[in-house]
């Protein structure tokens, strides 16, 4: 029900949702590639992940690893992981059947956001937090535009 309720929901706040498979809906946030990742057997949960935002090499992975941790210790709410050969972020929540679903939407989508670019400042060594001034997508040589 709660998954019917998130796609409404995100097409009526303009997002154009492309089916992506096993990993749910793919759609495009201020130039982030994000997924909604739905549970078939949680109806509460919801998931948003901005996907293969930074490749994983032996030679990087150390690095990586801490800055992975790092941006988790920093910003609340997003869970950045080293997925495979790649680094995703995830949004998860629990849905109430009272909570307004917009506000939460924005929430999500402005959170992945800042966590792309905290980590992006981080493994180039800029240690500052994202700033308003960020509204776009930098995309960087290592982050990719397909899903998988």
Known sequence: ??????????????????????????????GLNVLYMP?????????????NIYDVTEENKALVLEVVNNTNMTIKYSKTCVFGDDVWIFYEYRLFGEDNLEDIIEHSMRLLQATFFLFHRKIEG????????????????????DVA
């Open 1 to 30: 029900m709660n998954k019917e309720k998130v796609l409404a929901q995100l097409e009526e706040l303009g997002f154009a949702l492309e089916e992506a498979g096993e990993y749910g809906y793919f759609f495009k946030f201020e």
């Open 39 to 51: 549970d078939d057997d949680d109806e509460n949960f919801m998931r948003f992940a901005v996907p």
């Open 126 to 145: 800029d240690d500052s937090l994202p700033s308003e001034d960020d509204d776009e997508n930098d995309n960087s040589d290592e982050s990719k535009e």
